[in-house]
């Protein structure tokens, strides 16, 4: 079933998830610029700082800040930086999606526009807060000043109390995490699914401007 089947208008806000919807996100990549000249290997910090409960996820639920996270960095890899450098080496992993820019300009004055991200200090620095779009928004939710993370009710409840009277209803959720749309639409919210190539884009398009 085509998933435009299961939205119901009319939607009065579009909320957008930020990593691989705004940008398109590669954790490999800041990995290896951050073992860069020390001959440690990039996959075992990854796997080390992406498990359950592990250091990203302290960071980004907000229960350690930038510095306690450079700490854990700085001793896995054995390396020191400065915040800057390190702030640069571990941003570098994003990729902008010019399908959702286009998405934003047109949806811009329509709608009210929202995003809820699951995010921490550093990455809301040096790329969330400087993207082209970012004035567009309305209201942002981000994880680590809410301290919860999708799919917590909690982080959905955030963004529907600033969502300016309307309703869970008449919200369009867009996330690339199937487990974070279900949530979505748990709390009352309409919800897609927004994929790699482009289609959810369209779909959004079709449904909001065209129709």
């Known amino acids: 079933m085509p998933q435009e089947t299961a939205i119901t208008l009319p939607i009065r806000m579009v909320l957008f998830d930020y990593g691989n919807v705004l940008e398109f996100v590669d954790h490999r990549r800041s990995a290896a610029r951050l ?8 996959g075992e ?15 980004e639920s907000g229960m350690i800040d930038a510095d306690g996270f450079r700490r ?3 001793e896995a890899i054995g390396r ?3 915040p800057d450098d390190f702030a640069d080496r571990f941003s570098d992993m994003f990729v902008m999606r010019e399908d959702t820019i286009a998405l934003l300009r ?7 526009l929202g ?9 809301y620095a040096t790329t969330i807060s400087k993207h082209p779009c970012y004035g567009f928004f309305d209201q942002v939710t981000l994880s ?8 917590a009710p909690a982080i959905y409840r955030d963004a529907l109390a600033k969502a300016a009277g309307i309703p869970s209803a008449g919200i369009l959720y867009l996330d690339d995490i199937p487990a974070y749309v279900e949530a979505a639409r748990a709390c009352g919210m309409q ?11 369209a779909t959004v398009r079709r449904l909001l401007i065209e129709s």
């Open 45 to 59: 910090l990854l796997r080390r700082f992406l498990v359950p409960r592990g250091p990203l996820e302290q960071l």
């Open 144 to 151: 680590f000043e809410v301290k919860a993370m999708k799919p």
């Open 72 to 74: 854990l960095a700085r």
């Open 106 to 112: 047109a949806l811009r004055g329509r709608y009210r």
């Open 191 to 201: 919800a897609l699914v927004y994929d790699s190539a482009g289609t959810t884009a």
């Open 35 to 42: 073992c860069e000249g020390t001959g440690r290997d990039a």
């Open 115 to 123: 995003l809820l991200s699951n995010t921490n200090e550093i990455h």
């Open 80 to 82: 020191e930086f400065s």
